[in-house]
């Protein structure tokens, strides 16, 4: 067993952030052999990056991941949820309470129930989770303890019943009416409705962004109900972009200099965190990483018959494979507040400043 | 007389795969035109098939099909397609595909879109790549279908004229995919009432 694999002591906290380039996915060790498991990405092999992490670790999925959180629907945080629900047999499966309202499930049940394009979508992952769904079921929504074990409390702090409202307000407008053609909804964004998570671990508190962007953290940082408190680990919200950053939270919610992560995104040219996102976050903090250099952002395409390569170059259409490394972020420490976080940079994973070397 | 879905269409048709000179015989999707239930074309795979066809009866109204590409009778099975007579055998082009990707439309440019794509000929089920594609390689009649969340076929392939030449093909068409039915969304609602009720015990 290499020192990659070996899993964390019983009294050891970890949260591991994958980010292959393209999705996210975090491992959390909540202790005493206990995991939770945060969204989905897929790793080279096309299967659940989280699950083929606790299995290397020798960790059986089945009988130690307590909790599954789907923060949102977006594709790069929910391929192969589906796969891992059902590997997780006997974890409780949490995302927004929004998604429960016969009107998201009406949308849902319109898109997929009857869909025709093998052309995979979040909704669709979220539809297969719902249909192979045996699991206890919790719902997120601001100011809510979902789940609770030992010294371990995990807290949803979004969405809010604004957003709640709102949100339902616009899914009619996604439902397709008799006669219209169906089509695959790629454009609609829920991140305002993605669910922040904030865990409290004994003394140890981590802040998980999700792609929560300004708005939402305005109603976080005014929300009188939710835990008070700094956190020491910072998922870095959506992918590090400058609309999901309010200073206001690295001064009230985050103790000085925490440990940021960043899983990147890429579509077509376009890069988060970009140059400017990276000199903010390091402003914060120098203890920031990220999952992937940006070099590792772009990949070849795939090699094919060589009339097929021929083809694909003389048409002018630029082919890019989407990236499935095994690069991740790996925190770990003792329980308790003596001690720092220990950081593994796996894969090619990198510290920030050295994201666009 | 043959069921849809069956192997009716490619048994009218000339559609070989030149390595293996076998049929390629599968049936993958057949569009209704209208109540008159008139088939006008169909898809084979790695070719498009054009043809006019009649449905004998039993015929439900075009509204009540599955278009899954199997379309239904009322007593559950595929409607019987009522061939016109062979005709004697007319050469014609054949298309051998060499890869195929489906993709959709994530956002579309000034001068090109960005797509993203599943390896069909891989056998992939998520989207693995990314194109960058110019619009100059949407045809004219495609174009009226582009939009965001657009679902589109690329293949490229060999062609092979009636004339035996041979040629490197790279076609994008754009899925027109069948409109929602009134039992789709019947079929929908129910699903989403009995999940809310196993999510809201």
Not at chain 1, 301 to 317: A, F, N, Q, Y
């Amino acid at each position: 067993m290499t020192a990659t694999n070996l899993p964390p002591a019983n009294g050891e906290l970890e949260i591991t952030l994958f980010g292959p380039g393209y999705g996210e996915s975090i491992a959390l060790h909540i202790g005493d052999g206990s995991w939770v498991l945060v969204d989905s990405c897929l790793g080279p092999a096309g299967e659940p990056r989280a699950l083929q992490y606790l299995t290397d670790l020798g960790v059986d999925p089945a009988r130690d991941v307590r909790l599954i959180v789907a923060t949102h629907w977006h594709d790069d945080h929910i391929r192969g949820m589906a796969k891992l629900v059902t590997a997780c047999g006997n974890a409780v499966f949490c995302c927004a309470s929004v998604l429960r309202t016969r009107e998201f499930l009406g949308m849902v049940g319109a898109l997929e129930h009857r869909g025709l394009s093998s052309t995979g979508s979040g909704v669709r992952e979220l539809y297969k989770v719902f249909k192979s769904l045996k699991a206890t079921t919790t719902f997120a929504i601001a100011s809510r303890i979902i789940y609770a074990e030992g010294a371990c409390q995990v807290w949803s702090l979004s969405p809010n019943d604004k957003e709640f409202v709102s949100f339902l307000s616009e899914l009619s407008s996604l439902i397709p009416g008799q006669g219209e053609t169906r089509r695959r909804i790629s454009s609609f964004t829920p991140n305002r409705i993605s669910v922040v998570l904030w865990i409290n671990i004994g003394d140890v508190v981590l802040l998980l962004g999700s792609d929560m962007e300004k708005p939402g953290w305005v109603d976080i940082l005014h929300s009188t109900t939710r835990p008070r408190g700094k956190a020491s680990v910072f998922k870095v919200p959506h992918h590090g972009s400058g609309n999901a950053d309010d200073p206001r939270v690295w001064q009230n919610m985050l103790e000085t200099g925490p440990w940021a992560v960043v899983a990147p995104w890429r579509l077509g040219g376009r890069v988060l965190p970009n140059r400017r996102d990276v000199r903010r976050i390091l402003s914060f903090t120098a203890n920031a990483y990220s999952t992937v250099p940006s070099s590792q952002l772009t990949s070849s395409p795939t090699r094919r018959h060589r009339m097929v390569d021929k083809t694909i170059r003389e048409s002018g259409i630029q082919l890019r494979s989407m990236p499935m490394s095994q690069d991740a972020v790996r925190l770990r420490r003792a329980a308790g507040n003596q001690t720092q976080w220990r950081v593994e940079l796996l894969g090619s994973a990198c510290a920030l400043k050295d994201f666009a070397a | 007389m043959l069921h849809a879905g069956q192997s009716a269409a490619a048994d009218s048709t000339d559609a070989f795969d030149e390595d293996s000179g076998r049929r390629s015989d599968t049936l993958t999707q057949v569009r209704l035109r209208d109540a008159s239930a008139v088939v006008n074309a169909w898809l084979v795979r790695g070719n498009y098939v054009s043809g006019s066809f009649r449905i004998s009866t039993p015929v439900k109204p075009a509204s009540d099909y599955d278009y899954t590409g199997h379309p239904q009778t009322a007593d559950g099975h595929a409607p019987i397609l009522d061939l016109p007579p062979r005709a004697r055998r007319v050469p014609s082009a054949t298309f051998h595909a060499l890869q195929e990707w489906e993709g959709y439309v994530l956002a579309i440019g000034k001068h090109d879109l960005e797509a993203r794509l599943i390896d069909i000929t891989a056998g992939g089920t998520y989207e693995g790549e990314e194109a960058t594609i110019p619009l100059l390689e949407i045809s004219a009649h495609d174009s009226k279908r582009l939009r965001v969340g657009g679902v589109f076929r690329w293949v490229i392939g060999y062609e092979r004229t009636i004339g035996g030449a041979r040629r490197r093909v790279s076609q994008i068409v754009f899925r027109d995919l069948p409109a929602v039915t009134k039992s789709d969304l019947r079929d929908s609602e129910e699903w989403a009432r009995n999940m809310f009720q196993s999510l809201n015990p």
